[in-house]
């Protein structure tokens, strides 16, 4: 999800991470002073026992899917699938989230934002991968962003959200240098519980926009994570139909593509108006030791 990037400098870096603190991309600088924000009620629930959490299942598993990982490295077949299993499976007490919780309650968006604050718990972050929820109240949005170098799991733990996504069009002219060619790759809704989806460096929709139709909560696992000072930085998109730009160049194209299912998208800058995420501290089931 895109949003002004957050990671500190060498974050990415940090092998072992302090599964407490906050960090996502989505989270602007200037709202670091959340950063310790603590949630409301809600206790640990770390299992002491010798069963292994579904949590700790999780971040075993990631260790393993991405240990030979790195920008453009598509774990295998396997990996992806033992990844899968697991997160298909997850529900939400399995990370100590329920439906009431304050951060899924309805609330207008603030004047000059087009959606209400979404809550970023981070649950974990090394130099191969990241593991974090975004909850979002009803009509919350993440505005379209991109995964570079990413393969991203995304895993809906309740409620419904609409998922429009896109990857870039191969070989295609660009509008200006800032502006690309990009085809469709979904434009629908997802209700939970339902299985995880996933995206790619190069297709499965790598650039995505969440709204939220009800109340939701999605759990993302990126590897490797979103990395300013090695140039996977998150980037936030407009998106033009092609109509919408007329000049001879463009005519051409519409001549080799379908003009349904084709847009323009145009970087924006860092701190679109419309991004919308604070963070807030992790409580559910222990992550690592
Ligand atoms: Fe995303």
Known sequence: M?????????????????PNSV?????????????????????????????????????????EVFSNGGPG??????????????????KPEDVGLTQTMP???????????????????HLHQCEQFSIGIFCLPPSGVIPLHNHPGMTVFSKLLFGTMHIKSYDWVVDAP???????????????ALTAPCNASILYPEDGGNMHRFTAKTACAVLDVLGPPYCNPEGRHCTYFLEFPLDNFSSEEDNVLRGEVEKEGYAWLQERDDNPEDLNVVGALYTGPKVED
Do not use: W
Request: charged fraction near 35%; hydrophobic fraction near 25%.
């Open 23 to 63: 960090n996502s991309p989505h989270i602007k600088k200037k709202k670091n002073k959340n950063k310790n924000k603590k949630t409301l009620g809600r206790k640990r629930s770390d299992s002491q026992g010798d069963e292994i959490t579904v949590v700790r299942r999780l971040f075993e598993t990631c260790k």
């Open 103 to 121: 951060y899924f309650r309805q609330i207008s968006a603030p004047e000059h934002r087009s959606s209400p604050p979404i809550t970023y718990l």
């Open 2 to 18: 895109g949003f002004e990037m957050k990671p500190e400098k060498d974050q990415c870096k940090v092998k072992n991470s302090n």
């Open 174 to 188: 660009m509008r200006d240098p800032k502006t690309r060619l990009a085809k469709l790759k979904m434009d629908s």
């Open 73 to 90: 490295v598509i774990p295998s077949q396997d990996k992806i699938q033992q990844l899968r299993n697991i997160l298909d499976n997850m």
